[in-house]
């Protein structure tokens, strides 16, 4: 089968112009900006070391202005908050720490602050955090629940007497657990806790709570223990936060969504209990899009690294004498070409995904829940993505990948958390397909599988999704050899396996309707049904973003480059996921044989265009230098 034609060399300014996207000043900006600081290797230094030189990194990014931007203008921010995310995103070329620890100040401590809190705090907080005045955390994980947030232990009771909220930790199960900036530099905590008043919880909130003195030892009633030793990620200092009849004032409960009179009596703008608590969830999410953004920066420096040694590094000689260079191989083109491919295809996502949160504002209810859904999803696919091609690219490098001076080792060691933490990728997944099948409404209260079953029960399998013509337009081109590159048969193939899965999905849970039946045993036997339509979802949504990129690029040569990288990001989907389009009936075994032998074609085409698509990601050569490159 002939595929399509591509031009012989492409400018990688080109490319990179289409990868910048919205965004793109910023990016440049960031970009001159790391170009002139010094790398800070971290490989050698020992734990305080690497703590004091990833907060003295804080510092000098807090005068760059760059942490602002997501803040509001009336306290000293730039209300961009596309450009906030983009910026910390930027942060994962280099020491993912540093990465984590401002995202953790300005991200999530900032960031509750000004989405959870009101006029008193913003006055009061916002300014210190953005100049680093203030240090803080973000106290919500503990030791007994860890993605089951809405049921922790940790409680804030009301003292009328006192106007004050007395904080405890009733049981070790409720101690913070694993809590960044606790360990040695954080001062106060945004806590999150059950809120009784009157005798009555009314579920979780967020307070501001003092958890060390001016001298940098705990607060009284406060008990801090440091993590020690991780994996990775050791300029984070993480720790563990335990209360005992901490008081704090009345004002400090962030109050946008609940608040408490001095009297003890508690109002709400919003009536359930479970629908606030997801509401209040649901404004912090710039953290989970952040490490989805941040995952993709670390893969995408994994890439750079292995090409780059891939068309250096020589093994074995041709018949004529000459050693061959690793990319010359399929095999090694296999194992780097379709990664990328997928690295594109997601940093295209991502960007959609950045968009779409910095425009949405107050926007509808129904947007808002289909944003969370969205990047739920995308932060599970890309920080999978993240810890399978950074281990493919320290493979694809050999013994010198395994060198802690080449970079791949620390890279895999810092992002292998990022799949559990900003919420287990399993659980998204989960999430992504509840709201799938709920049609983003607001009948679910909790995210209890008891819920989700009787609910769906409750619908029609037709209402669940909308129909389309997907089938239609696979099966039209069923006779057809170039079928495979055909974009509407792609969109067509992804979409149609989407609503497979999901009227699947459907279909099992409505059995929850007999009085026979546990609910929870038909959402729990159905649970790799549930992942399945999640994922497929995603990578619908994935390529949707992929052409919708192409479409904004104006160079032609560019345009037939991300065109080819668009089809291998397809077909080695498909040909991973080819049993299932096989017993469902979507390829015939011929096509599923000319699928393999396209992915193994694109590879080839591809393979003379590998440095230029690398070198397009920009970025700055000192967070490159690994010596086996020289």
């Not at 060691?413 to 983003?440: C, I, P, R, W």
């Amino acid at each position: 089968m002939d595929l399509p034609s591509m031009p012989a060399k492409v400018d990688p300014d080109e490319v990179t112009a289409v990868l910048d996207g919205r965004w793109a000043e910023l990016r440049r900006g960031v970009r001159e900006q790391m170009a002139t600081e010094k790398f800070r290797d971290h490989t050698d230094l020992d734990i305080e070391a690497h703590r004091a030189q990833v907060l003295e990194q804080l510092g000098e990014l807090a005068a760059t202005g760059r942490p602002a931007l997501g803040f509001a203008s009336e306290y000293g921010g730039s209300d961009d908050v596309g450009g906030s995310i983009t910026s910390f995103e930027m942060l994962g070329y280099g020491d993912l720490s540093l990465m984590v620890k401002a995202g953790v100040q300005w991200g999530l401590f900032g960031g509750a602050v000004q989405l959870l809190g009101t006029e008193r705090h913003h006055t009061k907080y916002l300014r210190r955090i953005m100049d680093l005045d203030l240090l803080g955390c973000f106290a919500m994980t503990e030791h007994g629940h860890g993605s089951d947030v809405q049921h922790l232990h940790t409680t804030a009771t009301y003292d009328p007497a006192t106007r004050e909220f007395v904080v405890d930790t009733p049981d070790p199960g409720a101690t913070k657990e694993y809590i960044g900036n606790a360990a040695r530099d954080g001062h106060m905590a945004v806590v999150f806790a059950q809120l009784i008043t009157d005798g009555e919880g009314r579920g979780v909130h967020a307070f501001m709570v003092p958890i060390r003195s001016a001298d940098g030892a705990p607060a009284p009633g406060v008990t801090i223990e440091d993590c020690g030793r991780k994996a990775g990620l050791n300029g984070v200092d993480n720790g563990r936060i335990s209360f005992s009849q901490v008081r704090i004032p009345r004002e400090a409960l962030l109050n946008r969504f609940g608040d408490v009179a001095p009297d003890g009596s508690y109002s709400s703008p919003i009536e359930s209990d479970g629908r606030r608590f997801f509401t209040m969830l649901g404004t912090l999410i710039r953290g989970r899009v952040s490490v989805a953004g941040s995952a993709g920066s670390a893969t995408k420096r994994a890439l750079v690294i292995a090409v780059r040694y891939a068309e250096v590094r020589r093994q074995f000689a041709r018949p004529d004498g000459d050693e061959v260079v690793l990319l010359d191989y399929l095999a090694h083109q296999r194992k780097l070409l379709p990664a990328l491919a997928t690295s594109y295809a997601l940093h295209f996502a991502q960007e959609g995904l950045v968009s779409t949160l910095n425009d949405i504002g107050e926007g509808p209810e129904e947007a808002q829940r289909e944003l969370e859904s969205r990047a739920a999803g995308i932060k599970a696919v890309a920080t999978w993505h993240a810890t399978a091609t950074i281990q493919t690219a320290r493979e694809a490098c050999g013994g010198s990948g395994y060198l802690s001076e080449n970079i791949l080792a620390g890279l895999k060691a810092d992002t292998d958390v990022f799949t559990t933490f900003e919420g287990d990728n399993t659980v998204l997944l989960q999430l992504v397909a509840k709201s799938l099948l709920t049609s983003y409404k607001e009948h679910f209260e909790d995210l209890s599988p008891l819920a989700t079953a009787r609910f769906v029960a409750e619908q029609l399998v037709g209402n669940v999704i909308e129909k389309t013509a997907a089938r239609k337009v696979i099966d039209r081109f069923s006779d057809d050899e170039r079928a495979i590159y055909d974009r509407a048969w792609q969109l067509s193939l992804f979409q149609d396996r989407e609503e497979h899965l999901l009227e699947g999905v459907a279909s099992r849970l409505r059995r929850a309707t007999s009085p026979h039946v546990d609910a929870f045993d038909v959402f729990n036997d159905a649970q790799d049904h549930v992942l399945q339509a999640g994922r497929a979802h995603i990578h619908r949504v994935v390529l949707e973003a992929f052409v919708e990129a192409i479409s904004r690029c104006e160079d032609a040569d560019a345009k037939a480059l991300l065109e080819r990288v668009c089809d291998l990001y397809v077909l080695s989907n498909v040909e991973a996921e080819r049993a299932w389009f096989l017993e469902h009936g979507r390829l015939t075994s011929n096509r599923s044989k000319a699928v393999i032998a396209a992915v193994n074609d694109l590879c080839k085409l591809l393979r003379p265009h590998a440095r230029t698509l690398v070198d397009a990601f920009a970025i700055p050569d000192q967070f490159l230098a690994a010596p086996m490159l020289r």
